[in-house]
């Protein structure tokens, strides 16, 4: 029978997946300050990883935010969507940080950055090659 953390920990790993990140303890620990998590070591989050233990309320809910979960999800397992925060697609956390930040900055600098990423995306667009002439 499976222990509770390894139930986990097979939990986290998938939903990691499904955000497009890598199974990492060190982009972990990094990213849980800045979802509202509390300090924690490589070893603890390596231990979640690898079902040896479980996170605490704050960071199982920094998680949680992190991987556009509900917190009892995450920790029981329920497949039902509780809540969808970003739609019907999913986004990288790091993505969600950049995004946020965009959002926090004067109108004048987020209509630059679009500026930017219009010409971003023209200049990716035009060094594909047309599936037209294949």
Known sequence: MKSEQEAFSQRLRAAL????????????VR?????GG????????????????????????????????EPQQLQFGDDRR????????R??????LAIEAFLKLP???????????DELAKASAAAKPSKRGR
């Open 38 to 69: 509390e300090p924690v070591s490589q070893q603890a989050v390596s231990g979640w990883l690898n079902g040896r233990a479980m996170p605490r309320l704050a960071n199982m809910r920094a998680l949680a935010k992190m991987l556009a979960m």
């Open 107 to 117: 109108a004048s600098q987020r209509k630059l950055i679009r500026g930017m990423i």
């Open 91 to 96: 986004m990288n956390p790091h993505d969600q």
């Open 31 to 35: 990213l849980l300050a800045r979802f």
């Open 17 to 28: 997946r499904n955000a497009g990140m890598t199974e990492s303890a060190t982009e972990l």
């Open 82 to 89: 509780v809540r969808e925060t970003r739609g019907e697609w």
